[in-house]
């Protein structure tokens, strides 16, 4: 079992930046592809970003590409989404996953993670 927390969210301006930390505790964390998605009101889950248990490679949304960073320290088992010129579509609750066992062509798709933090609000005014 993996327990993950999200923080790091809030209120910002559109053009702010803003960094997300998803701590993992339980089972080995360095074994797990991790991933960041997105849940706006009405709207389904999307993919954000994801990240190879080794740092590399990762992958990201084209909504987020050149703004939003992934990353991750297995030596405190944290990722990280650092998020920059934050616009409000970006505004959503951001969730955490991860999972030991996904094919790198499906980590984009949530069905694909066992493993699931409650999620963090970020809000982008404009």
């Known amino acids: 079992q993996v327990q993950l927390v999200e923080s790091g969210g809030g209120l910002v301006q559109a053009g702010d930046s803003l960094r997300l930390s998803c701590a993992a505790s339980?089972?080995?964390?360095?074994?797990?592809?991790m991933g960041w998605f997105r849940q706006a009101p009405g709207k389904e889950r999307e993919f954000v970003a994801c990240i190879r248990w080794s740092g590399t490679p990762t992958k990201y949304a084209d909504s987020v590409k050149g703004r939003f960073t992934v990353s991750r320290d297995n030596a405190k088992n944290i990722m990280y989404l650092q998020m920059n010129s934050l616009k409000p579509e970006d505004t959503a609750v951001y969730s955490c996953a991860a999972d030991p066992a996904i094919y790198w062509l499906f980590a984009g798709q949530p069905r694909r993670y066992d493993y699931w933090g409650q999620g963090t609000q970020v809000t982008v005014s404009s």
């Open positions: 339980g089972r080995t964390f360095s074994d797990y592809t």
